[in-house]
């Protein structure tokens, strides 16, 4: 079993929409979250981090963390289709070892 | 800061052969990390280094996939006796530190076994 789910798998926006991104962790021992972006045939690029409870705002993009529930999300607003591209979202072990998890991903698509 | 750099790009090998695949992290990052990423199986930890030393090896496949690192400036993964289910993205990272370990990647190494 993945210790990183990430929904919906795919998800399709109209450009100058929003797209909602969800992150859940299944390891209590996670402390810390990251959401990276990965364009096509390209390698993952770090895009927000977070670990307080929370929200955290980077232009257009917004990260909410619930560390009780161990989710987090990711909005992207006025989404363009420069955004298209799959997201994943990393948790860190909160352990000596500090291997970080991905989840599968989500893939976005920004239409015109 | 060129960051993290991969060699080759892509590789092809007969089944049954040797693959190596080289990693050079950025400068001053302490901690080196391999992952593969296929559609099926999606980004897969493989194992990682900090200051050199082999700390996690838990995601490598055991009998036939080696990782060293013999200096900070390089690491190196080993497979033998390629398998076609070896086919992937090899993925390799390089991060600053221990407490907010972001990871750098690299461009990666297509593997492909024929």
């Known amino acids: 079993q993945q210790k990183v789910q990430q929904s919906p798998e795919s998800l399709i926006v109209p450009e100058g929409g929003m797209a909602s991104l969800n992150c859940t962790s299944s390891d209590r021992n996670v402390d810390y979250f990251w959401w990276y972006r990965q364009h096509s045939g390209k390698s993952p690029k770090m895009l927000m981090s977070i670990f307080s409870n929370g929200e955290k705002e980077e232009g257009r993009f917004t990260v909410h963390l619930n560390k009780a529930s161990l989710h987090t999300s990711l909005h992207i607003r006025d989404s363009q289709p420069s955004d298209s591209a799959l997201y994943l979202c990393?948790?860190?072990?909160?352990?000596?070892?500090?291997?970080?998890?991905f989840g599968a991903g989500t893939q976005l698509i920004v239409i015109p | 800061n060129a960051g993290v750099i991969q060699t080759p790009r892509h590789k092809v090998t007969g089944k049954g052969q040797e693959a190596t695949l080289w990693c050079e992290p950025i400068?001053?990052?302490?901690?080196v990390f391999w992952y593969r990423q296929t559609i099926v199986q999606g980004l897969e930890f493989l194992t990682y280094f900090r200051n050199q030393a082999p700390i996690d090896d838990s995601g490598m496949p055991k009998e036939r996939f080696s990782a060293q690192m013999p200096n900070q400036s390089h690491s190196t993964l080993k497979i033998q006796s390629t398998q076609p289910q070896d086919s992937a993205v090899y993925l390799c990272a390089s991060s600053q530190t221990k407490f907010q370990n972001t990871l750098y990647f690299g461009a990666g190494t297509r593997l492909s076994v024929l």
């Open positions: 400068s001053g990052h302490s901690a």
């Open positions: 990393a948790a860190r072990e909160g352990s000596a070892l500090g291997r970080l998890h």
